[in-house]
């Protein structure tokens, strides 16, 4: 089955402890990339990676880091979370690496607490 | 840069009823337009897109938009409501090579029986 698999589905942590929120897709898809939804404010990008080694900043990227070593997997990396980082994550995925034409593919989401 | 503006954050509608999402855009460039949906506890599903071919778009579920180039809107209609169309619902757009999407604040639609 087609899908963008997110790990894990809720985490609760303590500011400043590094966290990882795992990212797989098995669509070979060139295009992935991270957003945050927060009530109102609907969903804002964070990274975007066009292709293996290739990432680039959304529009609130600050407190975030990001890799794209292998095609499948696009880890996003809290290194000192803080309480305004609580939100619901979504990774998502493309086919394409000229445009986005494509629609997205999304995983279902992580649910994030930082106390 | 684009802009995505949806208009009414909730919206509800009788079972049978037509359902009217809206959606304007900002774009400097010619735009390619999405509707998702939401589901509770669940990622976003794609609906319909609209990628400069037919400006009447039809997707699942019965849902279609109308892309309207002199009114920058993409509203999203469906004639008969149903319960199970009960979600969020989220505009985005983006363009030819920017690799940024942006979307709307959503509307949860809630479908009264």
């Known amino acids: 089955e087609a899908q963008v698999t997110q790990n894990p589905r809720y985490l609760i942590t303590v500011t400043g402890k590094k966290l990882t929120v795992t990212c797989s897709q098995n669509?070979?898809?060139?295009?992935m990339s991270w957003y945050r939804q927060d009530p109102g404010l609907g969903l804002r990008q964070i990274y975007y990676?066009?292709?293996?080694?290739?990432?680039d900043k959304g529009d609130v990227p600050e407190g975030y880091k990001v890799s794209r070593k292998e095609k499948r997997n696009f880890p996003l990396i809290l290194e000192s979370p803080s309480p305004n980082q609580t939100s619901l994550y979504f990774c998502?995925?493309?086919?394409?690496?000229?445009?986005?034409?494509?629609?997205?593919?999304f995983g279902n989401g992580t649910r994030l607490t930082v106390t | 840069a684009q802009s995505v503006t949806q208009l009414g954050s909730h919206v509800s509608v009788s079972e049978g009823a037509l359902v009217l999402l809206r959606c304007n855009y900002s774009?400097?460039?010619?735009?390619?337009l999405f509707w998702y949906v939401q589901y509770p506890n669940q990622g976003l599903q794609l609906l319909l897109k609209?990628?400069?071919?037919?400006?009447l778009v039809k997707g699942i579920n019965g849902f279609e938009a109308e892309f309207k180039k002199s009114e920058t809107s993409f509203h999203l209609t469906k004639p008969s409501a149903h319960m199970s169309d009960a979600a969020e619902y989220f505009c985005?757009?983006?363009?030819?090579?920017?690799?940024?999407?942006?979307f709307g604040t959503g509307t949860r639609l809630k479908v009264l029986a």
């Open positions: 998502a995925s493309s086919f394409g690496s000229t445009g986005t034409m494509a629609p997205l593919h």
């Open positions: 669509m070979n898809h060139e295009y």
């Open positions: 990676s066009m292709n293996v080694e290739v990432t």
């Open positions: 774009s400097s460039v010619p735009p390619y």
């Open positions: 609209y990628t400069s071919a037919a400006t």
């Open positions: 985005a757009v983006t363009t030819s090579g920017t690799y940024k999407y942006i």
